[in-house]
C-alpha cells in the first residue's frame, strides 16, 4: 500500500473541494436567489362604453397584496415592531447583489430595508391605491353619469318618437273625423235630394193621375153620352127596322102563301147547330103542311135529305144579334131561332130578301108570330 505524502492529500481536497462548489453552485444560486415574482395582471376596464378605453388600472383586491419578506424570502428578526410592508404582486422583488466568484463561492448578504424605507413603501402604495381607487371612483362617476346621459337621451327620443307617433294618431283621427263628416254630409245631401225627387216625382206623378182620371171622367162621360144618343139611335132604327121587316114579312108571307110554288119554299142557309162549331151551307125546303123543314147537300142532290126538322111546338122564339147574341153582329143577314128545349141555331142568309123569306117560312111552319 503506497503512502502519499501530507501536500500532495492537501492539494487534492482544494482541487476537489472547488470541482464540488463548482457543480453546487447552480442548486445554491437557485436557493439563494428569490421566487419569481407572479405575472403580471391584466388590466380590466368597468367602462360599459365600447367606444372608450380605460388608460388607468384598476385598484388592486387586498388579497394579492403579498409582503416585502415573502417576496425576499427571509424574515427580518432585528425589526419585531415593523408590520410587514404589502408590496403589489406586479412589482418584481430586488435582487440582492451577485459578487463574481474567484476561486470560491462567496454568498452575499441579503439587502434588508429600513423602517423608514418599509414606510415610504407603505405610503407610495397607499397613496397610489388612493389615486387609483379615486380614478375607478371617478370613472364609474363618468360611467354613471354617461348612462344616465344615455338613459335621459333614450328616454328624450322614445319621448319625441311617442309624441311624434301621437301626433301622427290624432293627424289621422282628425282626417277620419273630417273624411266621416264630409261622408255624413254627403250622405245627408244625397239623402235630402234622394227624398226632393222622391217628393217631386210623386207630386207629379198625383198630378198626373189626377189629370188622366179627369180625362177618363170626361171620356167616360162623353162615351156614356154617346152611347145614350146612339143606343137611342139604334133603338130607333131597330124600330124602324123592325116595323119595316115586318110590313116585309107581311108582304113576303102574303106572295110566298099566294104562290105556294117549291120555288118559293126553297133557297139557301148557313147555320151553326150546337153540336158543331163549324158553319155549315145547306139547301133547305119546307113542308109547310108538315111543318118539317128539309136540309140537302145541295140543289142537285135532293134524293136523299141529310137532316129533317121538325118545327111544330119546338121552336121558341126568332132573335136579332142586339137581343143577346152579340157574335152575330159582324154576320150581315144573320139572326138566331131559340127552341124550348134550350138550344140554339145561329143562322145567316145570303141577302135581306133571303132571310125575310126564311124567317116567314119559320114562323108559318112554327107557328110563331113575328
Known amino acids: 500500500m503506497a ?64 409582503t416585502e419578506k415573502q ?3 427571509f424574515f427580518d ?10 408590496l403589489l404582486a406586479s412589482s418584481p422583488p430586488r435582487n440582492p447583489p451577485r459578487v463574481p466568484l474567484k476561486g470560491r463561492v462567496e454568498i452575499s448578504p441579503r439587502v434588508t430595508l429600513t423602517p423608514e424605507e418599509r414606510a415610504k413603501r407603505r405610503l407610495s402604495a397607499q397613496r397610489r391605491r388612493e389615486r387609483e381607487e379615486q380614478e375607478a371612483l371617478r370613472e364609474e362617476q363618468e360611467r354613471q353619469a354617461l348612462r ?10 322614445e319621448r319625441e318618437d311617442e309624441a311624434r307617433r301621437k301626433a301622427v294618431v290624432q293627424e289621422q283621427l282628425r282626417q277620419a273625423a273630417a273624411r ?11 239623402e235630402e235630394r234622394r227624398l226632393r225627387e222622391i217628393r217631386e216625382r ?27 144618343s146612339e143606343s137611342s139611335e139604334k133603338e130607333e132604327g131597330r124600330r124602324r127596322s123592325a116595323e119595316e121587316r115586318r110590313i116585309r114579312i107581311a108582304r113576303l ?13 126553297c133557297g139557301w142557309v ?38 129533317v126538322v121538325n118545327l111544330d111546338g119546338r121552336v121558341d122564339s126568332f132573335n136579332e144579334w142586339y137581343e143577346g147574341y152579340e157574335e152575330l153582329e159582324a154576320i150581315p143577314h144573320s139572326f138566331a131561332v131559340g127552341f124550348v128545349d134550350g138550344q140554339n141555331w145561329l143562322v145567316y142568309a145570303d141577302s135581306a130578301d133571303e132571310k125575310d123569306k126564311l124567317l116567314v117560312l119559320l114562323s108559318e111552319a112554327a107557328g110563331v108570330i113575328l
Open 253 to 265: 108571307n102574303e106572295e110566298v102563301l099566294q104562290d105556294g110554288t117549291s120555288v118559293a119554299l
Open 71 to 73: 417576496a425576499l424570502g
Open 202 to 228: 210623386k207630386q207629379m206623378e198625383h198630378e198626373r193621375r189626377l189629370q188622366y182620371t179627369r180625362e177618363l171622367e170626361k171620356w167616360r162621360h162623353d162615351q156614356i153620352q154617346r152611347a145614350v
Open 180 to 190: 266621416k263628416e264630409k261622408e255624413e254630409r254627403d250622405a245627408k245631401a244625397c
Open 3 to 66: 503512502i502519499s505524502s501530507p501536500q500532495r492529500k492537501f492539494k487534492a481536497s482544494i482541487i476537489s473541494h472547488l470541482f464540488s462548489l463548482r457543480r453546487k453552485t447552480p442548486i445554491a444560486a437557485e436557493m439563494d436567489c428569490p421566487p419569481p415574482p407572479p405575472p403580471k395582471d391584466f388590466k380590466v376596464s368597468f367602462n360599459t362604453n365600447p367606444q372608450q378605453t380605460a388608460t388607468k388600472p384598476l385598484p388592486i383586491p387586498q388579497h394579492e397584496y403579498i
Open 77 to 86: 428578526y432585528s425589526i419585531p415592531a415593523a408590520e410587514p410592508t404589502l
Open 148 to 157: 344616465r346621459r344615455q338613459k335621459a337621451e333614450q328616454e328624450r327620443r
Open 270 to 307: 148557313t147555320i151553326q147547330t150546337p153540336d158543331s162549331m163549324a158553319w155549315k151551307r145547306r139547301y133547305f125546303k119546307f113542308d109547310l103542311p108538315r111543318a118539317q123543314m128539309s136540309l140537302f147537300r145541295n140543289h142537285l142532290d135532293m134524293a136523299r135529305a141529310m137532316d
